[in-house]
């Protein structure tokens, strides 16, 4: 852990908002000097750290900027998802970024975040607008010991887990349609995008693109999705602290995780099947040049999606692009 991410977790914790100078100094194992001046240097990144020659330091508030040491100090103790985190001011997309880290051979759970992509992507070849400093735009490296037919489990992991952040910082409502979009009154607001490293029988690795529309208002959008998207600006009418939300985000990440890795997916499934607009729904979905319509009925165990077609036939679908019909 860096001394400033020790710095604004011990700021964060301190009792009374005020964490004593002498005593952070020891247990940074650092002099009071050095102390104020990483106090100096945090300040000018944004942070409005007060100092009082009695009470030591306080933070009163952190900019509303992507800083790893700061995510760190949020995040706290974590098993996997957000161990190592880096955050770049402008990358092409973090999942090129994560993709050049697996294959270095980094352990699972970095999480790359970039405050703008220049070539963020979206599922099926999309494009992913990423406007600088008001999204969370960020993908995560995940090793799971499942088989490459059932990596839907990880996408529908990262959706429920998403969901839920965004449900308990919000008074909304987010729900999913299946696999991977995150709907506030049928607008999507959040989008996964799972890529695959595999071998015939094995998984190598995952990268986890997650997009967030938080701050974006409609003229961020591009013309042709401001009728289908929308972001948690627009929905609560005020900002939203960015590195708040995405702390939360990778806490129900790391959580949901370790549950898949315990062989809990069906929890995870039952908790997604709550929140999912997609199932008890006709649907129509588009897989390459085909269309298949029916009943949307449940998740197999890997995750993949159970169409009943007209025919009376269960056809299992594992990615795609869906459209809910009346
Ligand atoms: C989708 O709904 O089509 C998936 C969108 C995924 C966007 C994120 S933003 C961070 C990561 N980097 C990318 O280039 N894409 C994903």
């Given at each position: 852990?860096?001394?400033?991410?020790?710095?604004?977790?011990?700021?964060?914790?301190?009792?009374?908002?005020?964490?004593?100078?002498?005593?952070?100094?020891?247990?940074?194992?650092?002099?009071?000097?050095?102390?104020?001046?990483?106090?100096?240097?945090?300040?000018?990144?944004?942070?409005?750290?007060?100092?009082?020659?009695?009470?030591?330091?306080?933070?009163?508030?952190?900019?509303?900027?992507?800083?790893?040491?700061?995510?760190?100090?949020?995040?706290?103790?974590?098993?996997?998802?957000?161990?190592?985190?880096?955050?770049?001011?402008?990358?092409?997309?973090?999942?090129?970024?994560?993709?050049?880290?697996?294959?270095?051979?980094?352990?699972?759970?970095?999480?790359?975040?970039?405050?703008?992509?220049?070539?963020?992507?979206?599922?099926?070849?999309?494009?992913?607008?990423?406007?600088?400093?008001?999204?969370?735009?960020?993908?995560?490296?995940?090793?799971?010991?499942?088989s490459p037919q059932a990596v839907t489990q990880v996408t529908i992991t990262a959706a429920t887990a998403l969901a839920r952040a965004i449900r308990e910082q919000t008074d909304l409502k987010p729900e999913i349609k299946w696999p991977n979009d995150i709907l506030i009154k049928g607008k999507k607001v959040a989008g996964i995008l799972t890529e695959l490293h595999a071998e015939l029988d094995r998984v190598r690795s995952v990268i986890l693109g997650i997009g967030v529309d938080v701050n974006l208002t409609t003229a961020d959008f591009p013309a042709e999705l401001r009728r289908l998207a929308t972001s948690l600006k627009m929905e609560m009418g005020k900002e939203w602290p960015r590195a708040e939300l995405a702390a939360g985000i990778l806490h129900e990440l790391d959580r949901n995780y370790a549950r898949l890795g315990a062989g809990e997916f069906e929890v995870i499934a039952d908790e997604w099947a709550d929140h999912c607009t997609t199932l008890d729904c006709n649907v129509s979905i588009r897989v390459g040049p085909r269309k298949i319509e029916g009943r949307a009925e449940s998740l197999d165990a890997d995750g993949a999606l159970l169409v009943r077609t007209e025919h009376g036939h269960l056809e299992r679908v594992i990615g795609g692009d869906v459209t809910l019909e009346k």
């Open positions: 852990m860096s001394i400033d991410t020790k710095i604004l977790s011990a700021l964060r914790t301190a009792d009374e908002g005020f964490a004593p100078a002498v005593e952070l100094a020891a247990r940074l194992g650092v002099t009071r000097t050095a102390l104020r001046a990483r106090v100096e240097e945090l300040r000018t990144l944004g942070y409005d750290i007060e100092a009082s020659p009695l009470r030591g330091y306080r933070l009163r508030a952190a900019p509303d900027k992507l800083h790893a040491d700061d995510l760190l100090a949020r995040m706290g103790k974590v098993k996997v998802v957000g161990r190592d985190i880096r955050v770049f001011e402008e990358t092409t997309s973090t999942s090129d970024v994560v993709g050049r880290l697996a294959q270095d051979g980094v352990k699972e759970g970095v999480v790359v975040f970039a405050e703008s992509q220049t070539k963020g992507r979206g599922r099926l070849g999309r494009k992913w607008t990423s406007p600088a400093h008001k999204g969370l735009w960020f993908s995560v490296l995940l090793r799971p010991k499942v």
